[in-house]
């Protein structure tokens, strides 16, 4: 028992070709599938429209990012040592950037005016391989 289906699929297999009312059935269907989802045509003119609009209102072109601001120029005093020994001058060390009391450097020779002496200064610090303070130097951002 074969479809009517079968027949029709073994009539356009022997190249006849699908019946007149069968093609102008699934052409119809075809046409009317296709038509419900079409848009307008002033639906996509109006979007043609709208979507540049919406991309310059939303700023989703890059924006121009602001040139950062120079690096702060700091000025340095000379290495003051700490110790007498001129040894450490030759062995390995590392620097230290740290945040002391203006008054470290009374203590070092330095005149401080007494209403800034609770300030906070910028120094750097030499430090030696065995943890021990060797020189230091202050540092000034202006």
Do not use: C
Not at 19 to 32: I, T
Not at 52 to 69: D, H, M, Q, S, Y
Not at 90 to 108: D, I
Request: charged content about 30%; aromatic content about 8%; hydrophobic content about 45%.
């Amino acid at each position: 028992m074969r479809s009517g289906l079968d027949r029709v699929f073994d009539r356009m297999r022997r190249d006849e070709g699908a019946p007149p009312v069968l093609e102008a059935a699934l052409l119809k269907e075809f046409r009317w599938r296709h038509r419900r989802g079409r848009a307008p045509l002033w639906l996509l003119r109006a979007a043609a429209v709208a979507m540049p609009l919406a991309i310059a209102w939303k700023g989703l072109w890059p924006e121009r990012v602001p040139e950062p601001p120079a690096p702060a120029r700091e000025i340095v005093t000379e290495f003051y040592p700490l110790t007498f020994e001129r040894e450490w001058m030759n062995e390995e060390a590392r620097v230290m950037r740290v945040r002391m009391p203006r008054s470290m450097m009374v203590s070092l020779g330095f005149p401080v005016q007494a209403e800034r002496m609770e300030e906070r200064v910028i120094a750097d610090i030499v430090i030696g391989v065995d943890g021990t303070a060797r020189a230091l130097r202050f540092v000034s951002s202006k």
